[in-house]
């Protein structure tokens, strides 16, 4: 399984931004999606999951400025972030459980494949 994550950028403060996840490599629909983001100096954190369901999760600081979606024909998974802050400054990175129709987990280790992360920074 390929993640490619993409659409980060400099954007500031109240500014918008929408990264993208394609998956590649088996099929898509059946599986929860996730957005983590890494902080400099900090652990990877969790923003936001879709399920299956198309059922979604949200970290408390993102929920009303953030959405998680995806389009299963083009399996990919989007996250339009709004209302930018100094504060969502970090690397992003899509993530992919293994098994079919599982839960939305906040916990890094609940997914097993990984994209390589889309730099997001907000200037003040």
């Known amino acids: 399984v390929q993640l490619q994550a993409s659409g980060g950028g400099l954007v500031q403060t109240g500014g918008s931004l929408t990264l993208s996840c394609a998956a590649s490599?088996?099929?898509?629909?059946?599986?929860?999606m996730g957005w983590f983001r890494q902080a400099p100096g900090k652990g990877r954190a969790f923003v936001a999951a879709?399920?299956?369901?198309?059922?979604?999760y949200y970290t408390d600081s993102v929920r009303g400025r953030f959405t998680i979606s995806r389009d299963n024909a083009k399996a990919t998974v989007y996250l339009q972030m709004n209302s930018l802050k100094p504060e969502d400054t970090a690397v992003y990175y899509c993530?992919?459980?293994?098994?079919?129709?599982?839960?939305?987990?906040?916990?890094?280790?609940?997914?097993?494949?990984w994209g390589q992360g889309t730099q997001v920074t907000v200037s003040s």
């Open positions: 993530a992919s459980q293994r098994t079919r129709m599982g839960d939305l987990s906040p916990v890094s280790q609940s997914y097993d494949y």
């Open positions: 879709i399920g299956w369901s198309r059922n979604t």
């Open positions: 490599g088996r099929s898509f629909s059946d599986y929860v």
